[in-house]
DNA sequence: CTGCCTAATATTGTATACAATTGAAATTCG
DNA sequence: CGAATTTCAATTGTATACAATATTAGGCAG
């Protein structure tokens, strides 16, 4: 017990339960479990050959970052964010990363620079690339700048936040995402790290509020669908 | 289900498990449980006539808002925050809580005005008053201010940042407190409200600003005595 | 008397068993 | 034939039992 203690986020709960919440995570996150999907105990269990005691403790995490659902008495389902939701998400996500922008750039060295510009050639590189698969590895990509950008700041706290906004931001791209979210999403992503690079922060800030605004923009929040009963119908 | 569903992050977890978070929050918040208290299942079991596993998912949830540690195999304690996390905590009001007010002063309205007095006066009032008790809850009721002011954006996940954020910073404060906090701290309270109705939002940010620098300065983070052993033995 | 090693105790980690609640199917009555 | 009610199956909520790990106490050698 000598170096590490220094991220109090990074609490281990249980180690069976912390790999299982990261799986899902994952799969939530890169869609490959729809929202609504329920999330059984005993099947969860099962598929990773523990008992229920651990899976509940994995999803009562997941809760807790909004990823998961959990109805008294019902059971855990992939959340599937309102469109009050959503915006609250984005709002957050305004609020915070122009402020979290001016304490990376505080902290910014020539391999958070390098780093940066890795992720963004993988982001292009997924951009080019075909398939379900490539697409999904792309949605996971490009919150892997925003995330990015919180480590630098060394902000364990604001990273935890920033974790949990991305990843239901994928959710609600998932939900309301019309068009593939690369094409501007990238661009804009270059263009941030451009002008912190120049060491222009302020710009940066604003193309980052822009880009939110952006991914926004792209959600097609219209949809009244979200009427909990027609969804337990169209999923049964 | 017709009105509910609006905050999600309301996840009900638990009925009894709920519960048992809520007062041992509420305890440490108050500081009547010391940072580093050893927080038994048995024993916390025992407490409210309920099993472990109950007691597992309350202590599991409470470590996830960052107010207990767990270690493997060891049990779960009233966090200790290190220096670093006490600067990470006030480096993230200072990002959030300007915004936040901003963001509050779209959502102003006179009931508002009024319910931000009338804690202030209740504030006033614990000021006055002597004793350890009236203590406690003074800082409870410093930080209702600034939640008060979060609740008014009508953002669900931005309460809950400021729930936690605002939960260790009276853990920080009861660790590495000086004097009292009061004095300075509800006076600053009242301006920031008087300029919020006045209008003159960014004169509150700016002492917002000012008194989340307050509250740190306060802080005598000096103290290496933050080592582990010294701390088991000390408690023991 | 001090330091180390071993054994016993206590506490957590996990699995299983039982109770309670929900959802649905089947049956009965209008 | 349709609607309401009752019963049954499945799933979650909680308690308990067992296994693994850590801490403490005791004994032994130096």
Redesign the pocket.
């Known amino acids: 017990m000598t170096t590490a203690n220094l991220a109090p986020a990074e609490n281990?709960i249980?180690?069976?339960?912390q790999h299982i919440r990261d799986v899902i995570r994952e799969a939530i996150v890169e869609r490959r479990l729809a929202p609504g999907t329920?999330?059984?105990?005993?099947?969860v269990?099962g598929l990773f050959?523990?008992?229920?005691?651990?899976v509940?403790?994995a999803l009562q995490a997941l809760s807790y970052e909004g990823l998961v659902t959990?109805?008294?008495?019902?059971?855990?389902f992939v959340a599937y964010p309102s469109v009050a939701e959503a915006q609250q998400i984005f709002a957050t996500r305004r609020l915070i990363e122009p402020g979290l922008l001016r304490e990376a750039a505080r902290h910014l060295e020539k391999r958070h620079i390098k780093e940066l510009r890795a992720l963004l050639a993988e982001e292009d590189r997924l951009t080019s690339e075909r398939g379900q698969s490539a697409r999904r590895a792309e949605i996971k990509a490009s919150g892997d700048v925003h995330l990015a950008l919180a480590a630098i700041t060394g902000n364990a706290i604001l990273q935890r936040f920033m974790d949990e906004l991305i990843a239901r931001s994928s959710l609600v791209i998932a939900l309301y995402g019309q068009s593939v979210v690369s094409s501007c999403g990238h661009a804009e992503h270059q263009q941030i790290i451009d002008a912190l690079e120049k060491g222009d922060v302020e710009a940066a800030c604003t193309l980052m509020l822009k880009h939110i605004d952006h991914i926004e923009a792209d959600l097609d929040l219209r949809t009244t669908k979200r009427d909990s009963n027609l969804k337990?119908a169209l999923l049964?």
Chains 1, 2 share one sequence.
């Open positions: 281990a249980d180690t069976g339960a329920k999330l059984s105990e005993n099947d269990g050959n523990v008992s229920r005691t651990v509940r403790a959990v109805e008294k008495n019902r059971g855990a337990d049964l």
